[in-house]
């Protein structure tokens, strides 16, 4: 069939229920398939219902050409509520996501100086992050509206951290994560450690509750699933609290934590730079052919040894005769 003979209303039409990528795809075909596939019937259909109404949360208005054009600078996360959380899109699927800067999320005791230190970070895409100095009771709490997500969509949800040189206690006992959507609950351990080749010990302080003991035994023998630490390409360190299926329709909230308060020894070295909600890759392909230029690998994790997590932190799309870098550390308000 030659697909040039469809009237153009109708072909883009039948592309508006593909996806992102597909429209670049068959974009490639031919000249007059081209201009289809790049109306903006086609990529309003790939925006969120609601980016007129996220465009006015941008920190820092945007200027494009037309509705793919705007598409693809969503792509890069930029700064929302005056700051406290990033937005983009997943250029694939054109699916939310969002960053929750710590901020926006309740840290017990972080507004006292004596346990917590905000403080601007250099590889951080907020203005600041808060730095623990020592505590014995780590609480971590975040939540967002499931109206705010892709429907019929399941998303993963990371606490982004670092541990600063003379780290210590992170680790003696494991961390409980949780993620709940109404009455669905997800949970597990992970231990505050780095995962590196060479493995940087954290300083630790001698504790002498057996029950301590016990509770790490039972997490080590995997009584509850446990979850490992990620580094990211951007420097910073992910842990998973856990996934969630977001059906939609419902306008429920979403929690997600991270609890370390049965022991009492002290801990501090964790630097906070908030929680991370993206939609779950379904598949990977390992060379694809996007908007005419080549991508290595468009699976490319954020985070090393986790599959499918995302795109990796710096790539280049070109599109009609200009570029657009991506690059998850830096650039937001392009």
């Not at 967002?144 to 399941?154: R, V, Y």
Request: glycine share 6%.
């Amino acid at each position: 069939m030659n697909l040039d003979l469809l009237p153009d209303d109708c072909f883009a039409h039948i592309l508006s229920l593909t996806s992102p990528i597909d429209a670049c795809r068959i974009s490639l075909v031919s000249s007059s398939i081209r201009i289809s596939a790049n109306s903006d019937n086609v990529w309003e259909k790939f925006l969120p219902p609601d980016y007129q109404q996220i465009l006015t949360r941008l920190r820092h208005p945007l200027i494009f050409s037309s509705k793919k054009h705007l598409f693809f600078r969503l792509c890069n996360p930029h700064l929302i509520d005056g700051g406290l959380k990033t937005f983009s899109l997943e250029k694939t699927t054109g699916k939310t996501q969002y960053m929750l800067s710590a901020r926006e999320l309740n840290i017990a005791w972080a507004d006292n100086p004596l346990f917590w230190s905000w403080k601007p970070f250099p590889t951080s895409r907020f203005v600041e992050a808060v730095e623990l100095r020592t505590i014995w009771w780590l609480e971590i709490q975040g939540k967002i509206n499931s109206g705010m997500l892709s429907p019929k969509t399941t998303y993963e949800c990371y606490v982004i951290v670092k541990f600063v040189d003379r780290a210590y206690g992170l680790d003696f006992l494991p961390s409980k994560v949780t993620v709940e959507i109404g009455n669905v609950k997800s949970e597990g351990n992970v231990y505050l450690r780095q995962y590196e080749s060479k493995k940087q010990c954290l300083e630790t302080l001698w504790y002498s509750n057996r029950m301590e003991l016990v509770l790490r035994s039972m997490a080590f023998r995997g009584i509850m699933e446990e979850r490992v630490a990620c580094k990211r390409e951007d420097g910073w360190i992910e842990i998973e609290l856990g996934s969630f299926y977001n059906n939609g329709g419902d306008d429920l909230e979403v929690k997600m934590s991270l609890k370390e308060v049965t022991g009492t020894h002290l801990k501090g070295g964790l630097v906070v730079e908030g929680i991370e909600l993206r939609p779950k890759q379904q598949t990977t392909t390992n060379h694809m052919m996007f908007l005419g230029e080549e991508v290595g690998d468009i699976r490319s994790p954020r985070a090393h040894g986790n599959p499918g997590s995302g795109f990796s932190a710096v790539s280049d799309f070109k599109m009609d005769g200009f570029d657009l870098p991506y690059d998850s550390a830096s650039t937001f308000d392009c």
